[in-house]
Each structure stands twice: as C-alpha cells, then as structure tokens.
C-alpha cells in the first residue's frame, strides 16, 4: 500500500470530478491524501467525505461583469508568478510532512515543480498546457509565449508520466490544447474520466430532451434565461441544472434541477437527446460518452473553451453557438441538430469509444505501473 498525495485545482467543478473518480479506484489498495482549495474543497466533503489538505491556487481565472474572461487579469504576470511562489512554498512543507510515495497534480502546475524539485515520482492529469498559443498579439501576450514553453519544457523533463483525460485521437477535443515538449512514451490519451464505468442510453428513439447547464463556475446566465423564451417557441422538453440564485419563470416544458448527484445526473444523461449550454471540459467529455451532441457556448475571451467548442463543431459532433446566443439563434440550432442525422451519428462514435477507453480505470492502472517503476 503506497501513500499518495492528490493535488487538485479548485477551480469550477472539472478537476474536482476527474478526481474523485480516480481516486475512489486508488483507495482500493493505497491510502490517499487530496490537497486543494476553493469549490473543489467543498465537493470533496459533500460528495465523498473525503477532508482535504488546505492549499493555495497556483493559477486564478479572472471574469469580467458580463460573464466574459478578464485576459488583462488573468494573465497578469506579476500575479502569476506571486500565486505560483505562494502556492510552491506551502506545497513545499505539506509534502515535507506527508511523505508521499507519489504525487498526482491535477491541473497544478506548483505541485508538479516541488515535486519535481525533490525527486519525488509524479503524474500530471490535464486536457490544455498550451492555450496560450491563442492570446492575442500584445506585448504581454507575446511575453506570456515566451515564458510558458518554458515552463512546459522544465515540467516535461520531470513529469514521470502525462495523462490527457480526452478521447484518442484523431477523436481529441483537446486538440491544439495539449502541446508539450516531453518524450511521447510519457504521454497518454487515456478517454474522459467520469464517475461511471458504463453509460447508456435510456431509449434508441429521440423524444425532444433538451439538458442545459452553466458552466462549473456559473458562467453563462444570459443564455439560460433565454431558455425560457425558447420553450415558449418550440415544443422541446428542457432540464436546466441552475446552481445559482437566479430564479427562472415557470414553464410546463422546463424541469429546473439544483446540486444534483451523480446518480441523478447518470439518470438525465441516459434520457437527454441535445445538450445545450455552457460546458466545461468534464461535461463536455460526459455528453459524449453518452452520444449526445452538443449545441456550446463559450463565455468572451475564454480562449480553452472557444477551442473545445471550434473542435465540436469541426468534428462533426454538434454546433458552434458563440459566446451570447439570442434565443431565436437557440431555436434555429436546435431545429438544425434534431434534422440532421449525421450529429447523432457522430456523437454515438464516442459514446462506442467511451467503452475502450475508460479514463478514470486507465489512470489508476497507470498511477499503479508508476509505483511499481
């Protein structure tokens, strides 16, 4: 039994979920220790009782007023570097004290330097390192291009192993997003890490279900109140997960859901035809182990969604609905996805895909081949 620390991002709900379903495999034959800050804090509490070591974050998305991304703020060097030192140090003296055998970073990048800096073995769990390949040409963005390649060369060269938790390619939503330089034997498209080991689908014949979602952090609000509109127009049947404090009009078609569990979100998947929102990589990545196409928004300037969201649409797998759709444009997409029969088609390939290569069982087993290295 090897002792291995969990070091997660707390940022919306992805990292959180890609997790826990990794580590509910390790806890099988090793005891596991999960180090994180923010939501993913919470999550882990409530849905696994599991009570985790305080951290820092070592990289902060910043929002504007409108539900866009701040570029300016978040990729602020000075803040950039101050976060990574803080984090780095704290880091630093947790695994001086807890002495793990392994450290697993999901989406932690100053996890993965002290790790690296002590010679302790570490796996690095992710599905984008290189967005910053699409920021814009100013003088900070171009600076932010010259360090980070950097920054991924030095991780490379320490990282014992990567796991991209996406489909194979030429099937990769990740596409564009996961280029780093380090030997290939190193990395591993190992399929989406999600909670179940088998997902399907509830019926063969469509019936008009439509699942909306924000995104893990609760952008995309403007659309969901569209929603509303939508259903007055169309004969659709909608459920809208709403974490927030917004409260939706009553309509007959709209079943609105609040902090739903994974049993119960298996239960709307296996039922839903269309998903239609604003998803992050996890959802993303669930819709389509079930085959369901996806019509995605994306919040302004929020350059890993607009990338995800392009390869959808590239692929074949659903439509590209912008950043702030109206909701005569939600009923055009709607009414040109349930009519074309090759999204369907398309999307039902992952859901084949998703048995072969299960994510969550494949880094487990991977994390196990590195203990015994």
Request: charged share 25%; aromatic share 10%.
């Amino acid at each position: 039994m090897a002792k291995i620390l969990f070091s997660v991002c707390g940022e919306g709900l992805g990292h959180f979920g890609r997790s826990l379903s990794i580590i509910k495999k390790l806890q099988k034959k090793h005891t596991v220790k999960v180090m994180t800050y923010g939501l993913a804090k919470k999550m882990f509490k409530q849905e696994a009782n599991i009570n985790t070591i305080d951290t820092l974050p070592d990289y902060q998305s910043a929002f504007t007023e409108t539900g866009g991304v701040d570029l300016k703020r978040t990729t602020d060097l000075g803040s950039f570097f101050k976060r990574g030192t803080q984090a780095s140090l704290l880091e630093r003296k947790i695994i001086n004290q807890e002495k793990p055998d392994l450290i697993v970073s999901d989406g932690k990048l100053s996890t993965l330097t002290v790790a690296g800096i002590k010679g302790v073995k570490n796996i690095f769990i992710t599905n984008q390192i290189s967005t910053y390949r699409y920021l814009d040409t100013s003088l900070r963005s171009t600076a932010i291009k010259g360090v980070m390649p950097f920054f991924n060369r030095l991780a490379g060269s320490t990282i014992s192993r990567i796991l991209v938790s996406d489909f194979p390619k030429p099937y990769d939503l990740s596409s564009g997003l996961v280029d780093i330089t380090a030997p290939m034997h190193k990395i591993e498209h190992v399929g989406p890490t999600l909670m179940w080991d088998k997902v399907e689908r509830a019926s063969k014949e469509k019936t008009g279900n439509v699942f909306f979602t924000l995104s893990g952090v609760g952008l995309g609000t403007d659309t969901m109140k569209n929603v509303v509109k939508v259903a007055e127009g169309t004969k659709f049947k909608f459920i809208i997960l709403n974490n927030t404090d917004i409260k939706l009009e009553k309509h007959e078609s709209i079943k609105e859901i609040r902090f739903p569990s994974y049993e119960e979100m298996y239960d709307i998947f296996s039922k839903t035809d269309v998903y239609m929102g604003c998803p992050g990589w996890a959802l993303t990545t669930e819709a389509l182990a079930f085959g369901i196409p996806l019509i995605a928004t994306y919040p302004e300037d929020h350059l890993e969604r607009k990338r995800i969201v392009e390869n959808i649409e590239r692929y074949g797998l659903g439509i590209n609905a912008g950043t702030n759709p109206s909701h005569m444009d939600m009923i055009k997409y709607l009414r040109k996805i349930f009519t074309t029969k090759s999204y369907f088609e398309n999307a039902m390939k992952y859901h084949q895909l998703y048995k072969f290569y299960n994510g969550a069982q494949r880094s487990a087993e991977i994390i196990n081949e590195v203990l015994e290295e």
